[in-house]
């Protein structure tokens, strides 16, 4: 990675390698802030220390992680309001400091630069990435990544979607989050493209910023892209220059693919992977776009019965992989999580067909047991999300005072009753499909990339 790093500093000093709403950041302040920085780091941090970034601004944070990881720290990215209590458990865990990623470092970069190019020493044998993962519920896990999982994902991406130094690519996710971090950022930095970060997601600004900087690809949750193709009603901005619109950490549903096509003409592109493996999947066509995609340059993915089998296609199972951009293991834990050969095992139950499209349909941990069977609630969220009314919703399990488990659904829709609910669904599910209770609420709560909070349904 920072090979590459070095060959842009030296031929596109006076380019632009960040930006956001605000500053602009060329290779050539950003090689010299970070040697500038180095002798001050390397008085306080040795290789191998962790830091602990409190992330207060996005384009902060990709300045800031550059810096100590080019003298061989270990960063773990955290929310810039995560309360102090966290904080101090964090810090408990790693031994690591703890510092804030703001709007200075940005300053503080700009003021750097003189012109004359200094040379930056790198760390190549040491450091990387910590990342928490975004599980549901229970203790919070560390993500070991070391530079050379980060460069192999950095680089599946850049085969995946053929990106090249033409292309600009604007990150509505927070780049501190693995999604972006892995489908953005890394791509960015090894083949010298700028990226656009967004500090505030405003659905029309973000629609104008992809109009006036020409953006050339896209990464959003589906969340993010509802909101941006609900916004703009009218077709008032100008978004023709996007050749890729990626949607990842969740399904896009058939509303949302066919508005982009019919709006904007564009072709939504979805992605499957996580904190621990990276980006796994990706479809890059229209085709099958309920699915997410084929595996990416370097992935292996099998689907296996719950005996260890590795079924045929389409047939469905859990889903394990393999690839060169999967973390180590988890911080602090010393049992393995991978097989005899080398397999990590997602926890997601899917399927491959005959043309190698991946479906994902739904968590393990999530099938419930209604009258002695299982249940998939991603099959029925797939149903309710076929009403034109229903704009949301999310199907969780719940026990009753006899112990006996039950489905409930939370529902975002406009003008419709649950009468009306109950009616479609009996008209295209079971009866033992139909969840028991049905709520009605404004919004479903989501995490900063738009997964689900199940821990507060």
């Known amino acids: 990675m920072f090979d590459w790093m070095e060959q842009y500093n030296q031929g596109k000093e006076n380019s632009c390698t960040l930006k956001n709403q605000t500053y602009e950041i060329t290779y050539g302040e950003l090689a010299d802030f970070i040697a500038y920085r180095q002798e001050e780091l390397k008085e306080i941090y040795k290789s191998g220390d962790k830091v602990i970034l409190q992330v207060k601004s996005q384009m902060a944070f990709a300045i ?14 955290v929310p810039g309001d995560m309360k102090k209590e966290e904080l101090t458990d964090l810090h408990n865990i790693t031994g690591g400091d703890i510092q804030v990623s703001n709007e200075n470092t940005i300053k ?33 896990k560390l993500c070991i990544r070391d530079f050379e999982s980060l460069l192999a994902e950095g680089n599946s991406y850049i085969q995946c979607f053929g990106i090249h130094q033409q292309d ?26 700028d990226i656009y970060v967004v500090e505030q997601f ?79 999947a990706s479809r890059v066509s229209g085709e099958n776009y309920e699915s997410v995609g ?48 080398g397999y990590f095992k997602m926890g997601d139950i899917g399927k491959i067909d005959e043309e190698g499209y991946v479906y994902i349909l739904g968590r393990s941990k999530h099938l419930i047991k209604i009258g002695g069977k299982t249940v998939n609630p991603r099959e029925i969220e797939s149903v309710i999300m076929k009403h034109t009314k229903i704009t949301d919703c999310v199907i969780v399990g719940k ?37 028991r209770v049905i709520e009605l609420v404004r919004s479903i709560k989501k995490n900063a990339i738009g997964k689900v909070d199940y821990s507060v349904l």
């Open 168 to 193: 600009r690519i604007l990150s509505v996710c927070p780049i501190t989050h693995s999604f972006a971090f892995g489908g953005a950022f890394l791509p960015a930095l090894i083949s010298g493209v």
């Open 202 to 280: 405003v659905p029309r600004k973000v629609l104008k910023t992809i109009s006036e900087e020409k953006m050339t690809i896209v990464l959003m949750v589906p969340a993010i892209a509802d909101a941006m193709a609900a916004v703009d009603r009218n077709n008032k901005y100008d978004i023709s220059s996007l050749r890729i619109g990626l949607v990842g950490a969740g399904k896009t549903y058939s509303h949302l693919f066919n508005s982009y096509k019919e709006k904007y003409n564009i072709i939504l592109s979805g992605n499957y992977g996580s904190t621990e493996t990276g980006g796994l």
């Open 64 to 77: 800031d992680f550059l810096c100590y990881v080019s003298i061989g720290c270990w960063v773990l990215p």
């Open 108 to 140: 503080q970069c700009i003021a750097v630069w003189g012109g004359n190019r200094k040379e930056v020493r790198w760390d190549k044998h040491n450091g990387g990435i910590l990342h928490m993962t975004s599980g549901t519920t229970g203790k919070t």
């Open 294 to 341: 084929k595996t990416m340059p370097g992935v292996e993915i099998q689907i296996r019965s719950k005996n260890g089998m590795i079924l045929k296609c389409g047939q469905e199972g859990e889903i394990y992989v393999k690839s060169p951009a999967m973390f180590s293991g988890y911080f602090g834990e010393s049992e393995s999580t991978f097989d005899e050969n």
């Open 399 to 435: 026990t009753d005072e006899k112990s006996i488990e039950y489905m409930k659904a939370y529902i975002v829709a406009e003008d419709i009753s649950k009468e009306e609910v109950r009616l479609y669904l009996s008209q295209h599910l079971s009866s033992r499909q139909i969840p």
